[in-house]
């Protein structure tokens, strides 16, 4: 059984940092786009960043742009997103997603058809 499962999320102020990590089990996922996705309350599920199967090339949603950066070690099948100088906009429930594809229309950047997502880890910055 395929599962991704989040961890690090929490409560924080404004201009703290966290990291998430996104732990891959039942198969690798060496072969694949994998993401994090976020979304707040009352809100859609937005994409955050994304980085390629082989970690070479990443992509950022303008507002996370500088702040956040995405990783991940395929050893041992994990993603990671550090979040620095954290806003309270970021609040919000933070998903992990692998597979599918990554596209630019216009300079942005935007993550599609993901095949597997775990169940999210809450990420709450006070101000």
Same mark, same amino acid.
């Not at 620095?84 to 997603?97: I, W």
């Not at 599609?112 to 101000?127: I, P």
């Given at each position: 059984q395929v599962q991704l499962v989040e961890s690090g999320g929490g409560l924080v102020q404004a201009g703290d940092s966290l990291r998430l990590s996104c732990a891959a089990s039942g198969r690798t996922f060496t072969d694949s786009n994998m993401g994090w996705f976020r979304q707040a309350p009352g809100k859609e599920r937005e994409f955050v960043a994304a980085i390629i199967w082989s970690g070479a090339m990443t992509y950022y949603v303008g507002s996370v742009k500088g702040r956040f950066t995405i990783s991940r070690d395929n050893t041992k099948n994990m993603l990671?997103?550090?979040?620095?100088?954290?806003?309270?906009?970021?609040?919000?429930? =933070? /998903?992990? @997603?692998?597979?599918g594809g990554i596209g630019v229309?216009?300079? $942005?950047?935007? =993550? /599609?058809? @993901?095949?597997?997502?775990?169940?999210?880890?809450?990420?709450? $910055?006070?101000?």
């Open positions: 990671y997103l550090q979040m620095n100088s954290l806003k309270p906009e970021d609040t919000a429930v =933070y /998903y992990c @997603a692998a597979g229309r216009g300079e $942005v950047p935007f =993550y /599609y058809g @993901a095949d597997y997502w775990g169940k999210g880890t809450l990420v709450t $910055v006070s101000s």
